[in-house]
């Protein structure tokens, strides 16, 4: 291998290390096994999504963890060569300092792919970089990171429900028609902490179904990488990323290990009450608003916020509004109708000040007039 290296670069110095990279251009070789790779988009608020390239989680003969970068102007050149668990060898590249939010890896340069970089399979198998390596991380590692939006770790346990239904039921997932939602909720055991809320989403959620459904016995242990913590309705949850992959049972060593703690520690596996989990909350029109109001950031509140004021117009505040999950709002109306308006057949969602018409956003209603991204809705 450093013949080669001496050959492709003129040096016969072996590869850098990640920890040894510096800022900026450089023509140094790099050797590392790609863990994983997946798009990198950007959401507009108001638009369209945006392709940016390809992200890569790789590792290198010390175990480093290292993020990569393809441009999306570069990705038809490069993405059909990448495969997951195979050795690359890049020569010349551009470190670039990592972003503030949401780190997957413990280097905090970015390597990035550039116009005169080579990026080529090695035909042999480098049994001194490891095959894979996770972060996971404990319950109270990640109440200490809560909202932080800074490093995603990995973490591992067991189920307890998966979309509110118990293991002993052996919940199938998937359909023949495809007709299956982009959110896959389980309620996860850590091994120091409370029963966990987490949210898996697009491609995890679709590899978690393709695997639960794929096991010969029922899936026990649960291991979900780069999951990011939030508090939602004053509890502790996690979500999945688009870094995220999903691991059950005996995929990969932490999730077989977790497999034999659970056989020496038989009282972790105790059942759990769905009714207990997914516990029902009543609450009026007004506090919901109240809710709303205050957490604008955490919740997507629009079909809310259109339901609740129409409702409370008709039914005079005299409607409760059940939360089946504190997270996944499903809502069940108990109203008094007082009156009926008859020739009112259509009504649109108004802005409160300027009675103009609202735009959906992503999270909120949007006046075009008032340019107000929160705006207060009326129904008119």
């Keep these: ?49 945006i392709l940016l390239g390809v992200e890569m989680l790789m590792i290198d003969a010390e ?8 441009g999306q102007n570069r990705r038809s050149q490069y993405e059909k060569e990448l495969e997951r668990g195979r050795v690359y060898t890049l020569t010349t590249f551009y470190a670039s300092n990592s972003k503030v939010m949401y780190h997957v890896a413990d280097q905090r340069l970015v ?69 299956v939602s982009r ?35 029922t899936p026990t242990v649960l291991l979900v990488t780069t999951v990011n913590p939030k508090r939602l309705g004053g509890k502790l949850c996690l979500s999945s990323m688009s870094s995220s992959r999903v691991f059950l049972d005996e995929d990969v060593d932490p999730t077989s290990e977790y ?14 009450n769905p009714v207990e989990v997914v516990k029902a909350e009543t609450l009026t029109i007004s506090e919901i608003a109240a809710f709303l109001k205050r957490e604008p950031a955490k919740v997507n509140p629009i079909s809310l916020l259109e339901s609740s004021t129409f409702l409370n117009l008709v039914a005079h505040n005299f409607c409760d509004v059940t939360f089946v999950n504190p997270i996944s709002f499903t ?50």
């Design 111 to 179: 390597i990035c792919i550039s116009h005169d970089s080579a990026l080529s399979k090695d035909e042999e198998d480098v049994e001194s970089i490891l095959t894979e390596r996770f972060r996971v991380h404990s319950f109270s590692d990640f109440e200490a990171n809560c909202d932080l939006r800074g490093d995603l770790h990995d973490v591992v346990g067991h189920l307890k429900l998966v979309d509110g239904q118990a293991l002993h039921q052996r919940p199938v997932l998937c359909t023949k028609d495809g007709s």
């Design 63 to 70: 175990g480093t963890l290292a993020q990569g970068f393809i």
């Design 331 to 380: 809502i069940y109306c108990i109203a008094t109708i007082d009156d009926v308006k008859l020739g009112a057949e259509w009504y649109y969602i108004a802005c409160k000040d300027c009675q103009t018409k609202l735009n959906r956003g992503p999270t909120t209603l949007l006046c075009p007039k008032c340019r107000n991204e929160d705006a207060t809705a009326l129904a008119k």
């Design 259 to 272: 497999l034999t703690w659970l056989s020496a520690n038989p009282s972790a596996t105790s059942l759990v």
């Design 1 to 49: 291998m450093s013949k080669e290296i001496a050959i492709r670069t003129g040096e016969s110095s072996p590869p850098l290390l990640f920890r040894q990279v510096s800022p900026g251009p450089s023509d140094s070789t790099l050797q590392f096994r790609l863990l994983h790779f997946w798009n990198a988009r950007k959401n507009v608020k108001g638009g369209p999504e």
């Design 183 to 217: 959110k896959v909720t389980v309620h996860l055991q850590l091994k120091d902490g409370p029963v966990v809320n987490v949210y898996l989403w697009d491609e995890a959620a679709e590899s978690f179904r393709l695997k639960f459904d794929a096991s010969a016995t």
